[in-house]
């Protein structure tokens, strides 16, 4: 098994030690942090994150979504030590590779470890899209990201300019500055940046369910404001104050 360097964040210290030990005792390297602020405060490149599950954090799927807003693209196990069916399923969905139960056993670890590392190293350059979007996307106005969503469902200039309540020149002219600042050269690179984006803030099935609505009914209104975007960089606080566990 290859040697990689575990990131042991947040729980109980004396979890975090075991875990670590654990790490040493297999060949490989562990660096611990407290929280997800201490990880963030200089984001680790290489390696491997494992996170206690955190309630303030949002959950295993909240703390994945944390990291890859901050440019972490590593791959990401979650941990706890009362693991629940529903926090399990959530994580795996969100892109955690595993769910470990503690406290670990070294050979069942061990096992899981090699299995992770190979499942990793296919799931790198789809991380590496993803944050290489959201950061793209961040460019963006508000309205540029409005015109860029209504073409991801596959509107029309003329069927953008009547949900937005704009013309299509003008339309025209958000959608080449926003496939400027993609560097997109044609209209499904930039959809692909979009989905390879979400889930978003602005996103959610709920989000495309209302927009959708809306546009059969011809309403103009959208909840993304001109000059708000979502995928602008968020603060580096992850709660408001320092603790970070279960």
């Known amino acids: 098994m290859e040697r990689t360097i575990l990131h042991i964040v947040g729980g109980q210290s004396r979890s975090r030690a075991e875990q670590a030990r654990i ?5 490989h390297h562990a660096e611990i942090y407290g ?17 206690a ?9 909240g703390i994945i979504r944390i990291l890859r807003d901050h440019g972490v693209g590593l791959p990401v196990v979650i941990t706890a ?17 595993d769910y470990l139960g503690l406290p670990l056993e070294m050979g069942d670890f061990a096992r899981r470890l090699s299995r992770i590392q190979a499942e990793a190293e296919q799931l790198a350059e789809t991380y590496r899209f993803e944050i290489e979007a959201r950061q793209l996307l961040s460019k963006l106005s508000g309205r540029q990201l409005e015109v860029l969503r209504l073409l991801s469902e596959g509107c029309s200039n003329k069927e953008i300019a009547r949900v937005l309540g704009i013309s299509p020149r003008t339309v025209e002219i958000h959608r080449a500055n926003m496939m400027a600042k993609l560097r997109a050269n ?16 602005v996103s959610s099935e709920q989000d495309t369910l209302e927009l959708a609505g809306r546009q059969r009914e011809g309403e103009a209104s959208l909840t993304i404001m001109p000059d708000n ?3 602008a960089a968020p603060a580096r606080s992850v709660s408001g104050n320092s603790s970070y566990h279960r």
């Open 81 to 97: 030590n009362e693991p629940h069916a529903s926090d399990i399923v959530s994580a795996i969905k969100a892109g955690a590779l």
């Open 35 to 51: 929280d997800l602020d201490e990880l963030l405060l200089k984001p680790p490149r290489s390696g491997l994150v494992m996170a």
């Open 229 to 231: 975007n979502p995928y």
């Open 186 to 201: 044609h209209a499904a690179d930039a959809v692909r940046l979009w989905l390879a984006a979400l889930p978003s803030p």
């Open 53 to 61: 599950d955190s309630i303030e954090a949002g959950g295993g799927a």
């Open 23 to 27: 790490a040493f005792a297999l060949g």
